[in-house]
């Protein structure tokens, strides 16, 4: 069974940058693409990144050139350089299998809040 915890969020100024981890339990994590997903408050939840077991990346166009997603499978994380934010990333953000987060995989999510 995988547990995934997030970590790294905050507030923080528009243009100003955060980097969000990811804590994978289980040795069955490094066969899985993984992925960073958000949820603003009133939408839904929408996957911003992935990264195949592989290293193959992709990104939604919002945050293409501004987000790096990365993994390190020895040490089983997954990061998300997030720069240039803008008050539009706001948002719950969590960690999940890619490109359909598992249910059972859910944690609480790191909270982003990009304000004056």
């Known amino acids: 069974q995988v547990q995934l915890v997030e970590s790294g969020g905050g507030l923080v100024q528009p243009g100003g940058s955060l980097r969000l981890s990811c804590a994978a339990s289980g040795s069955i994590f490094r066969i899985y693409a993984m992925g960073w997903y958000r949820q603003a408050p009133g939408k839904q939840r929408e996957l911003v990144a992935r990264i195949s077991a592989g290293g193959i990346i992709n990104y939604v166009d919002s945050v293409k050139g501004r987000f790096t997603i990365s993994r390190d499978n020895a040490k089983n994380m997954v990061y998300l350089q997030m720069n240039s934010l803008k008050p539009e990333d706001t948002a719950v953000y969590y960690c999940?299998?890619?490109?359909?987060?598992?249910?059972?995989?859910w944690g609480q999510g790191t909270q982003v809040t990009v304000s004056l």
């Open positions: 999940n299998t890619a490109p359909f987060g598992k249910e059972e995989y």
